[in-house]
């Protein structure tokens, strides 16, 4: 089953949180697949992937124990995104980029119109998907801070 923009994106945040908050030797507890909890001592980094002693593919998003406190570096509830644009509900861009994809792109004045409207309801996404893919989303912004690379977990499918 492919990954979605938007899982992909909370995914890419989730790991730069983790990567703020973890220090070699600090103990974490997280779900791996099917869900079952495990513990281990956080050793380091394989790219995106945690490693620990035994382990080298645990998510950032699976952990929900550091040093016995309960921690999520998942988005909160307030930051969840939405499947459709890949970016924060009610997230559609500024209205100077939608002016500007409106009036940029085939389709005449009538389209740009009604892309507008569309735009100002929030649902552009329906008709126009492109927009949003125009937008480039999180990972194009995160390519962007490192220089242009795409990670590897950007690129290919994660089981979460």
């Known amino acids: 089953m ?10 890419i945040r989730a790991i730069d949180r983790a990567k703020q908050a973890l220090k070699a030797g600090d103990r974490i507890a997280f779900t791996s697949c099917p869900g079952t909890p495990r513990t281990a001592t956080f050793q380091g980094w394989d790219g995106n992937w945690i490693c620990s ?29 939405d499947a ?15 002016l500007e994809w409106a009036f940029t792109h085939e389709g005449g004045d009538w389209d740009a119109m009604d892309f507008l409207r569309a735009w100002r309801d929030g649902s552009a996404w329906e008709e126009w998907p492109e927009f949003y893919e125009w937008l480039m989303p999180w990972p194009a912004e995160r390519a962007r801070r490192l220089g242009g690379k795409l990670a590897a977990a950007d690129l290919e499918e994660v089981c979460f």
């Open 2 to 11: 492919p990954v979605t923009l938007a899982k992909r994106a909370q995914s």
């Open 53 to 81: 002693k035994t382990r080298d593919d645990i998510a950032a998003s699976s952990i929900f124990k550091l040093n016995g406190n309960p921690v999520s570096f998942a988005d909160p509830a307030w930051e969840r995104y």
């Open 84 to 98: 459709d644009t890949g970016r924060p509900y009610g997230d559609h861009g500024t209205a100077t980029q939608a």
